[in-house]
């Protein structure tokens, strides 16, 4: 934002040169802050236009709505912003990576998998205990009565799931084929879904929008600067409200070297003009460190800075023609 600064002095200087006027420089302490009773603070920007001491602004001023009866916008000065910028967090710190593994629908998939697994292996197991008994194969009997509930099966199933052994397995070739395929089954189930954490591990999360980044883990801060008090603390939008009650707070306020260094450190937000951050950002990321950043502006951002005369100044039409 200095940078509109010096290009505002700019503007100043070629405007007095345009109507042959003397430039005459007073430093101010603020904008301009309105109280609850209506008063502006003493000596500010807006107080000394409005009242005609200065006759017209040295710096831009952003258009808002409680300035517009005060003073009387001319033309802008030029363009400015500010955003959040922040480092993109891992995946894992947003959402619940062991569910992301698998799409919905897989996931009922892999549901009715694991009950038609159970059918067969319950018909596999009940045709060989009565093949069995049918022999007079005593010596297996017992032991394959045992296993062909639907409780054991639902356990040899769980079983297989879990990559486990169990204690008794079918001797029959139908039997071994289908505990066989099973295991095959559930061992490309295992593979891909371990696959899929890993890389959902070295992911980043995706926020976009102001819900997601409500949404999100991360802190944020803001530019120690009279303009981000007004447009958070003060704020009466809702969105910029809970922004600054839910994620800054009253001593979330910080310089560039300060922010940017929380933004290195992760899961933090500055809410600044990005030239100069990204400026700082060049002396002090990591090449690797820079791919991560995401901006992100919030509702009603101002985009420019504007000059400001009184409303009954007698130059407003000369200052127009400037």
């Not at 205990?129 to 194969?137: C, E």
């Not at 950002?281 to 504007?306: R, V």
């Amino acid at each position: 934002m200095w940078i509109q600064f010096k290009v505002s002095y700019n503007v100043n200087t070629l405007l007095c040169y345009f109507i042959n006027a003397t430039q005459q420089f007073r430093l101010t302490h603020s904008w301009g802050l309105l109280a609850p009773n209506g008063t502006w603070n003493k000596d500010s920007m807006i107080d000394r236009i409005r009242q005609r001491d200065d006759e017209v602004n040295g710096v831009g001023l952003v258009i808002m709505k409680h300035r517009m009866s005060a003073v009387r916008y001319l033309a802008r000065t030029s363009k400015s912003r500010a955003s959040f910028i922040f480092r993109m967090p891992a995946l894992s710190y947003v959402s619940n990576i062991l569910r992301l593994s698998f799409q919905p629908n897989l996931w009922v998939g892999v549901g009715i998998l694991a009950l038609l697994m159970l059918a067969i292996i319950k018909f596999l197991f009940s045709f060989e205990v009565k093949r069995n008994a049918s022999k007079d194969r005593a010596y297996n009997i017992e032991s394959l009565s045992l296993q062909k509930s639907w409780a054991s099966m639902s356990v040899f199933l769980v079983g297989s799931f879990c990559q486990q052994g169990v204690e008794k397995e079918p001797e029959g070739v139908s039997g071994r084929v289908g505990t066989f395929f099973v295991y095959l089954a559930v061992l490309f189930l295992y593979t891909s879904y371990s696959a899929n954490i890993v890389a959902l591990l070295q992911a980043s999360a995706s926020i976009e929008t102001f819900e997601d980044f409500t949404q999100s883990p991360l802190k944020a801060g803001l530019l120690d600067f009279e303009l981000s008090r007004i447009l958070f603390e003060n704020s009466t939008n809702p969105i910029r409200k809970q922004i600054f009650d839910e994620k800054v707070g009253p001593k979330g306020y910080y310089n560039y070297a300060k922010g940017v260094e929380k933004i290195r450190k992760g899961l933090f937000a500055f809410y600044a003009e990005p030239g100069i951050m990204f400026h700082v950002i060049s002396k002090t990321f990591e090449e690797s460190e820079k791919c991560d950043l995401q901006e992100i502006l919030t509702p009603g951002e101002f985009s420019a800075l504007f000059h400001a005369t009184p409303h009954k100044s007698p130059y407003i039409e000369v200052f127009r023609n400037g």
